[in-house]
Nanobody, 122 residues
Framework: QVQLVESGGGLVQAGGSLRLSCAAS????????MGWFRQAPGKERDFVAA???????DYADTVKGRFTISRDNAKNTVYLQMNTLEPEDTAIYYC????????????????WGRGTQVTVSS
């Protein structure tokens, strides 16, 4: 019943920006932490960012200062604003939801979206 649907991916040149969105349904959105992971071809899935139900955030070191996670509880949506994109950011980006930020980072009892492709060209 829980569904997470990502959107906003695409092709962008290095240095450009994209904003990803994840619309959630089937859960009480305001009670959940939300986050983003990414997986490049042939690589493992890596944590990117998370935001708690109180607005606290957590970022991977590789994206700090460039990416911003935010949420709009009225729209049941979490966003990932990605600036100064680099080719190394190319990956499928997955939305995740869990009861706490720590659970998202541990992938503990988390829900997942299907992903959206982000490709950064040089």
């Amino acid at each position: 019943q829980v569904q997470l649907v990502e959107s906003g991916g695409g092709l962008v040149q290095a240095g450009g920006s994209l904003r990803l969105s994840c619309a959630a349904s089937g859960l009480t959105f305001s009670n959940y932490a939300m986050g983003w992971f990414r997986q490049a071809p042939g690589k493992e899935r890596d944590f990117v960012a998370a935001i708690g139900n109180g607005g606290g955030t957590d970022y991977a070191d590789t994206v700090k200062g460039r990416f911003t996670i935010s949420r709009d509880n009225a729209k049941n949506t979490v966003y990932l604003q990605m600036n100064t994109l680099e080719p190394e950011d190319t990956a499928i980006y997955y939305c995740a939801s869990a009861i706490a930020v720590a659970n998202i980072r541990r992938s503990k009892n988390a829900y997942w979206g299907r992903g959206t492709q982000v490709t950064v060209s040089s």
